[in-house]
Nanobody, 117 residues
């Protein structure tokens, strides 16, 4: 079955960095666009960054210049490098896969990122 497993979350001080990973199994990873979304308490889930199967990227305005999404098709893994973290980045971060040819969607269960001093 399909699994998207996020890791790398935790507690970090403002200005710090974290790298999230999302390991995929049960899908043809290279045929999927991948994305990172986040949901803060009391707020709707929102797009953070996405990367197409071809490697094109786009970012939410709130994270441009601070976060970088990348993928390694040999490891079936997508990454989110997060620098200059702010308290408002605190959220559960979710990995999403969208299959190219039919837009079938899969979600991971999320990893918590807390930015606090």
């Amino acid at each position: 079955q399909v699994q998207l497993v996020e890791s790398g979350g935790g507690l970090v001080q403002p200005g710090g960095s974290l790298r999230l990973s999302c390991a995929a199994s049960g899908i043809i990873f290279s045929n999927n666009a991948m994305g990172w979304y986040r949901q803060a308490p009391g707020k709707q889930r929102e797009l953070v960054a996405r990367i197409s199967s071809g490697g094109s990227t786009n970012y939410a305005d709130a994270v441009k210049g601070r976060f970088t999404i990348s993928r390694d098709n040999t490891k079936n893994t997508v990454y989110l490098q997060m620098n200059s973290l702010k308290p408002e980045d605190t959220a559960v971060y979710y990995c999403k896969a969208v299959r190219d040819y039919d837009a079938l969607i899969y979600w991971g269960k999320g990893t918590l990122v807390t930015v606090s001093s």
